[in-house]
């Protein structure tokens, strides 16, 4: 059964406007109210980078488990992974941020605080640059070379092709495991350099996997909707994904539990510090509203059986998690500017809105561009 | 080359169904049902001797250290806890392959599962048996183990503290074992019901009693099926939270090297992996001896390897994660307890460990290890010893070097401990030696459910009837 995934040409044109109106507010912005912005890029960084990187990461999870339930729906983690390289280019972007985000940027606070001048052998600028550098190559690369893998296997179902997707898959894996745990320190811990937890890399990693989850789930059942891609949308597959959004949404629980628990029952003040800071003004607020969209809302709405097979129950959660999801980064990113307080400005709004926009248009048309055949074993 | 073309020819031929080909349902009832019906064989003797040895062993050192008190044990001030712990932690994680071969591959449809979800699970409950000898000795008067349990008593205001994380362990193990023990009870019943319309005598009246009168029929089924789920969705949470409790007698303390954030998620994934060694160990050992090739067949095998070698893998990423974090903390006692684990007295346990949890299951990847049952035996006891020298690498290796060099010491376990700790190797193969004997080893019911397709109108015909 091949399938039409042809976006409607207006929805593409409006994406694309709102993700230049973005770009065009980050740069205005910068004349204006420099902090802001940064913070709201960094949020629309790590979400753009995040939902590219899930693409590989379910991928090559499905590889490996043998997973044949996603069916057709396979095609869009695979066109997740075009966004990858545009990653460097806005990696760049936020380089000339660093001093505006990041106190170990700056020599002058580098040489006055012990632990700085400790941690400055990893947290450069061109340490941080080199490594960002390093994780998109890794990613682009072997992130297309398990989508070619996969997809020269659904023209050839041989042993030997089998055999090539899941060595890319584990190939992947491997290097995803290693490389996300220290993007994960440079990018967002890094913000609160004093501050360090070994549980961080999971923490960010079940947020962007949850968010992951929801544009695939939006993009899949929506596309169901078109006459001719009723199959995509099976009740049974349908159900899958809102087991796996019980399923991930419990996973983000438990890491953020873990975290927060520990740290709050040993008290120890060189950790408190990032839980201190978000005991202030709105931040207890937010923290909540990420619990009940990210845990609350899927586990209630999808537990009894007869909502988790309605496409629209799903998709209405997928898209409450996604809103989560970006709301739980900007919690992660923009306490550690201590100025700033929660819902401080348009900017940290729009901008990411204006990633996950521009996100979708280029997933939408990777989409458009890519195979229309079945998968294997469909 | 020739390796090449030979390891993609031993893939060419996958097997179309789970168990040997031309399997049928009734081959299925005879194989697993006979060595219950017939007297068991040498090998059996020789393993019930030994296993029955060791377990006299711990039974005479148990009895001495609650005659004598845990003064026997190497303990002091410094070293509150060694091997007892260690053995407990080790014990409890063996456990967990089970229930995350019943419950969670359940949920995941794995249809490997049905030929060694019933001998992992009852590896679960005995490694929770064995587990729970640990605290309860060293409390130094077992007799008085219930007052654990919080119920108003005429202790006068002497409750338990709801605080501490030993107290959890109390819940979440309780909880574990009785859930366990129900679930691979109600998993046995269909079969125990074959068992009895097989024997005769007292054996018949006795299987009948413990199938609680099964007959099979629809409507049992049907109900069945939804109690089987249910306790599965039950016991999946268990996977996770018990050890997550287990870390936290660890991670709640301020002591460097026990407190890390990660712990929850990485004992449990410890725990998987050392409990998939285990199950690789047992039924490597059950399908030589009991004749089993054609039910655990290489794709089990297989399937194990890759959650062994998976699993291997997180836990040296873990390892990698606290020796980063301990450095980029820039906290002094971090990082003084990580350069002490890799280089101080007890730098050769961390060689073992990260020898054992991290670089061999690596071999694994290579096709013609994980084809070869020797080198997989091999390496899933190498994954056990591993995992035991994690824990007592944690506990013993952070306590010895705390804060104060002043209170340094230096622990070295008694022979009452080895004892002790033999003994409860001895229970626990003791306890799965009775099990092949006594209980279907291989769920019946659930293997005829994946036999090839032209079997499976048999099967609902006399698996059902």
């Keep these: 059964m091949t399938f039409p995934w042809q976006a409607p040409q207006r929805l593409l044109s409006f994406l694309r406007g709102i993700a230049l109106a973005g770009a065009a ?85 580098v040489a006055n605080d012990e632990l700085l001048a400790h941690k400055s052998a990893y947290l450069n600028p061109v340490g941080f640059g080199v490594r960002m550098a390093v994780y998109f190559a890794l990613w682009t690369w072997l992130g297309h070379r398990l989508v070619a893998a996969l997809r020269a296997q659904d023209s050839d179902p041989s042993v030997p092709a089998s055999r090539r997707s899941i060595r890319a898959a584990a190939a992947f894996l491997s290097v995803f495991a290693i490389t996300f745990s220290l993007a994960s320190v440079d990018w967002l811990q890094s913000l609160e350099p004093h501050w360090f937890s070994t549980i961080y890399a999971l923490v960010v990693l079940s947020t962007v996997s949850l968010a992951g989850l929801s544009v695939c789930t ?21 159900e899958d994904l809102g087991r796996l959004f019980i399923g ?29 800071t978000r005991s202030r003004g709105e931040w207890p607020i937010v ?56 819902g401080g400005g348009l900017l940290e709004v729009c901008l990411p809105l204006a990633a996950l926009a521009g996100f979708l248009w280029m997933l939408l048309r990777a989409l458009a561009k890519g195979p229309r055949e079945p998968v294997a074993g469909h | 080359m020739a390796t090449r073309i030979r390891a993609t020819t031993l893939q060419v031929a996958p097997a179309p169904t789970l168990v040997a080909p031309g399997t049928r349902s009734s081959d299925v009832t005879r194989d697993v049902c006979s060595p219950l019906e017939r007297r068991p064989g040498r090998m059996w003797w020789i393993g019930l001797l030994i296993a029955g040895s060791a377990l006299l062993v711990g039974v005479a050192c148990v ?34 392959a089970g ?59 002497l409750w338990v503290n ?24 109600i998993g ?71 407190h890390a954030n990660v712990f929850p998620p990485y004992f449990v994934i410890g725990a998987v992996f050392s409990g998939f060694g285990m199950v690789l160990t047992l039924m490597l050992v059950a399908r030589k001896v009991m004749g089993y090739e054609r039910y655990i067949t290489q794709r089990h095998i297989l399937a194990m390897c890759k959650v062994l070698v998976f699993t291997g893998s997180i836990v040296g990423l873990a390892y990698a994660t606290e020796l980063f974090v301990a450095w980029y903390s820039g906290s002094a006692y971090e990082q003084f307890t990580f350069a002490n684990r890799m280089r101080g007295p007890l730098g050769w346990g961390y060689g073992i460990m990260v020898g054992c949890n991290v670089v061999v299951p690596q071999l694994l990847w290579l096709s013609r290890v994980r084809n070869s049952l020797l080198a997989v035996f091999v390496i899933s006891l190498l994954v056990n010893v591993g995992m035991w020298f994690e824990r007592y690498v944690i506990i013993v290796g952070s306590l010895e070097r705390d804060f104060l060099p002043s209170s340094w010491s230096s622990y070295v376990p008694t022979p009452i401990e080895f004892g002790t700790l033999l003994g409860s190797f001895g229970l626990f193969f003791t306890l799965f030696l009775l099990f092949c004997r006594f209980l279907p080893m291989i769920s019946m019911f659930e293997v005829k459910t994946v036999l090839a397709p032209e079997h499976g109108a048999e099967h609902s015909r006399e698996g059902r009837a």
Aim: aromatic fraction near 16%.
């Design chain 1, 248 to 276: 991930l949404s419990l996973f983000w629980a438990y890491i953020g539990f873990c975290q927060y628990m520990l740290i709050w029952y040993t008290n120890m003040p060189e950790e408190t510090s990032w839980y201190v």
């Design chain 1, 287 to 342: 923290a909540r509203a990420c619990t009940v969209l990210c845990w609350l809302v899927p586990f209630l709405a999808l537990m009894p059986k007869r909502l988790r097979r309605d496409p629209k129950i799903v998709a209405r959660v997928a898209v409450a998690v996604l809103g989560g999801a970006i709301l739980h980064l900007y919690y992660l990113v923009a306490p550690a500017h201590s100025r700033v307080g929660a």
């Design chain 2, 99 to 157: 229930t995350l071969i019943s419950a969670v591959l359940l949920l995941f449809r794995q249809k490997w599962r049905t030929s060694i979800n019933r001998s992992a699970e009852a590896m679960t409950i005995f490694a929770v048996i064995c587990a729970g000898l640990f605290p309860v000795i060293h409390m130094g008067r077992p007799w008085l183990a219930y007052w654990v349990f919080p119920y108003p008593n005429g202790r006068g205001p």
């Design chain 2, 63 to 96: 009895a001495y250290q609650i005659k004598v008190g845990i003064g026997t044990w190497g303990l002091d001030r410094t070293v509150g806890w060694g091997f007892d712990i260690t053995n407990f932690v080790f014990w409890v994680g063996i456990g967990h």
């Design chain 1, 218 to 238: 939006i993009v899949g059942l929506a596309f169901a909707r078109k006459p001719g891609c009723e199959g995509l949308a099976s009740a049974d597959r349908v």
């Design chain 2, 188 to 258: 046995l019943i269909p079969d125990l019901a074959t068992v009895r319309d097989r024997a005769r005598g007292w054996r018949r009246k006795l299987y009948g009693w413990l199938s609680l009168g099964w007959t099979g029929s629809a409507r049992s089924w049907s109900r069945y099926e939804v109690a089987c789920a249910l306790l599965a969705a039950l016991a999946t949470p268990l996977v996770v939270s018990v050890h997550s409790v287990v870390s936290s007698d660890f991670a709640t303390s301020v002591i460097p090297g026990w």
């Design chain 1, 25 to 109: 507010l980050f740069v205005t912005g910068l004349y204006y109210d420099p902090e802001h912005v940064w913070i709201g890029f960094l949020v629309g960084f790590t979400l753009f980078t995040g939902l590219a990187v899930t693409g590989p990461f379910f991928l090559s999870l499905l590889a490996l488990s043998g997973a044949r339930w996603p069916g057709p729906m396979r095609r869009i983690p695979e066109a997740m992974v075009s966004a990858l390289p545009l990653g460097l280019p806005l990696g760049i972007v936020l380089m000339s941020g660093l001093r505006a985000l990041y106190d170990w940027s700056d020599a002058a606070a």
């Design chain 2, 162 to 185: 709801f605080r501490s994380a030993l107290l959890w362990d109390v819940f979440a193990i309780g909880t574990y074992f009785t859930i366990s023990l129900l679930f691979w009870y």
